[in-house]
């Protein structure tokens, strides 16, 4: 090692060392606070909405079963009206999966991610099959074809394929679908509604263009208020994105800095509330890809590393102290709605009855026409 190396490191030790270290608690309830899991907000579903930096959203109920959770007094049609009064879209985004967004996040977002969907195209199975395409020629014919009418993937491909005789005509559409900004429309997406993907530009759903900006120092800044504090690592695992430290470098002197138990640098906006680690945190019920789990490299700040490979990518969980403690889906039969919670270990009274509490009211806020309905507990194992 040389003598520069190691009085460099020497001086990352010492900058180390006079960070704030944040425990995992610490971590935890700062997560919380900012997804507003702690305690139910008054603020709408579109404020709500754009607090997240938007909701993942495969699913088209996980959305409002996590406003439900997040949200007093929040009704399926406080959703449903903004996507179909186009204030609120679906559309593909970070990590190159579908996010429910407003408006304005639409705009300013997909410009800043439209490289992730380049490289996840790059690499899908669809790449190879895409070589030696006039991608521009392509992408100008695939948007026309949108503009004359909303399309299903499939319905889009007939005509490209007919266009490109030659070539796989899924993988065609499936170009245009990852490289030009479409919106899922509605019914697609509405509570209580089933309907296809069908897509349709996003610039002329909204009646606006997208940003020129494709700058990710604005998504960073959001990204840290609504799930810092965080590492690089954590904040390209959320967006997709790679190669962040050297902007976030270029931020630091507008962020605050500490560290975690780990020793690893964590950053964060000025003025964000870290709460007393000791905070009560009632149950929650988060649906399926909920980003509150899913927007860290490091999930251990609400997944405990003990029940990390009991909880799939996508599966709905329950959180209790604020921690991740197991599972719940509903089941319906004969006009009766079974919400069925697996807990990963033996819960205290006070805990239980909480938790049956929350449950009967997602049970009423999932299942309102329900002729009965009842709660079951079982173990994980």
């Given at each position: 090692?040389?003598?520069?190396?190691?009085?460099?490191?020497?001086?990352?030790?010492?900058?180390?060392?006079?960070?704030?270290?944040?425990?995992?608690?610490?971590?935890?309830?700062?997560?919380?606070?900012?997804?507003?899991?702690?305690?139910?907000?008054?603020?709408?579903?579109?404020?709500?909405?754009?607090?997240?930096?938007?909701?993942?959203?495969?699913?088209?109920?996980?959305?409002?079963?996590?406003?439900w959770t997040r949200l007093d007094r929040f009704l399926p049609n406080d959703l449903a009206s903004l996507i179909q009064n186009r204030r609120?879209?679906?559309?593909?985004?970070?990590?190159?999966?579908?996010?429910?967004?407003?408006?304005?996040?639409?705009?300013?977002?997909?410009?800043?991610?439209?490289?992730?969907?380049?490289?996840?195209?790059?690499?899908?199975?669809?790449?190879?099959?895409?070589?030696?395409?006039?991608?521009?020629?392509?992408?100008?014919?695939?948007?026309?074809?949108?503009?004359?009418?909303?399309?299903?993937?499939?319905?889009?491909?007939?005509?490209?394929?007919?266009?490109?005789?030659?070539?796989d005509s899924r993988s065609l559409a499936y170009a245009v679908r990852s490289l030009v900004a479409l919106v899922q429309i509605p019914p697609?997406?509405?509570?209580?509604?089933?309907?296809?993907?069908?897509?349709?530009?996003?610039?002329?759903?909204?009646?606006?263009?997208?940003?020129?900006?494709?700058?990710?120092?604005?998504?960073?800044?959001?990204?840290?208020?609504?799930?810092?504090?965080?590492?690089?690592?954590?904040?390209?695992?959320?967006?997709?994105?790679?190669?962040?430290?050297?902007?976030?470098?270029?931020?630091?002197?507008?962020?605050?800095?500490?560290?975690?138990?780990?020793?690893?640098?964590?950053?964060?906006?000025?003025?964000?509330?870290?709460?007393?680690?000791?905070?009560?945190?009632?149950?929650?019920?988060?649906?399926?890809?909920?980003?509150?789990?899913?927007?860290?490299?490091?999930?251990?700040?609400?997944?405990?590393?003990?029940?990390?490979?009991?909880?799939?990518?996508?599966?709905?969980?329950?959180?209790?102290?604020?921690?991740?403690?197991?599972?719940?889906?509903?089941?319906?039969?004969?006009?009766?709605?079974?919400?069925?919670?697996?807990?990963?270990?033996?819960?205290?009274?006070k805990d239980a009855v909480a938790l049956r509490k929350e449950g009967a009211e997602l049970l009423a806020f999932a299942a309102p026409g329900?002729?009965?309905?009842?709660?079951?507990?079982?173990?994980?194992?």
């Amino acid at each position: 090692m040389s003598r520069r190396t190691s009085t460099q490191s020497a001086t990352e030790r010492n900058a180390s060392r006079s960070r704030p270290v944040l425990g995992l608690r610490d971590l935890n309830r700062a997560l919380l606070e900012r997804q507003l899991l702690l305690r139910r907000s008054k603020m709408s579903a579109n404020e709500a909405i754009e607090r997240l930096v938007g909701m993942q959203a495969q699913l088209p109920n996980s959305p409002y079963v996590g406003l439900w959770t997040r949200l007093d007094r929040f009704l399926p049609n406080d959703l449903a009206s903004l996507i179909q009064n186009r204030r609120a879209v679906r559309i593909v985004l970070m990590r190159s999966t579908i996010h429910l967004v407003t408006a304005r996040d639409c705009q300013a977002l997909w410009p800043v991610v439209r490289l992730v969907l380049v490289r996840q195209l790059q690499h899908s199975e669809f790449g190879p099959k895409l070589a030696g395409v006039d991608m521009k020629a392509l992408l100008k014919t695939g948007q026309a074809l949108l503009e004359e009418k909303p399309r299903t993937l499939a319905m889009l491909a007939k005509p490209l394929g007919e266009r490109w005789p030659n070539r796989d005509s899924r993988s065609l559409a499936y170009a245009v679908r990852s490289l030009v900004a479409l919106v899922q429309i509605p019914p697609r997406g509405i509570w209580g509604e089933s309907a296809q993907a069908t897509l349709a530009p996003a610039e002329s759903w909204l009646g606006r263009p997208l940003s020129r900006n494709s700058s990710p120092e604005k998504m960073i800044l959001r990204y840290l208020a609504a799930f810092g504090p965080s590492t690089v690592a954590d904040i390209q695992s959320w967006s997709g994105l790679s190669g962040l430290r050297e902007i976030i470098e270029g931020l630091r002197p507008r962020l605050r800095t500490f560290c975690d138990e780990c020793d690893r640098e964590l950053f964060d906006i000025p003025g964000a509330r870290l709460p007393d680690p000791k905070t009560p945190a009632l149950p929650r019920f988060l649906p399926e890809y909920d980003n509150a789990l899913l927007a860290h490299a490091d999930r251990t700040r609400i997944i405990p590393h003990e029940h990390r490979t009991r909880v799939a990518i996508g599966s709905p969980t329950v959180l209790i102290d604020g921690f991740v403690r197991g599972t719940w889906k509903i089941t319906r039969d004969r006009g009766a709605a079974t919400l069925i919670v697996a807990t990963f270990e033996r819960l205290s009274s006070k805990d239980a009855v909480a938790l049956r509490k929350e449950g009967a009211e997602l049970l009423a806020f999932a299942a309102p026409g329900a002729d009965t309905r009842k709660i079951q507990f079982t173990s994980a194992d």
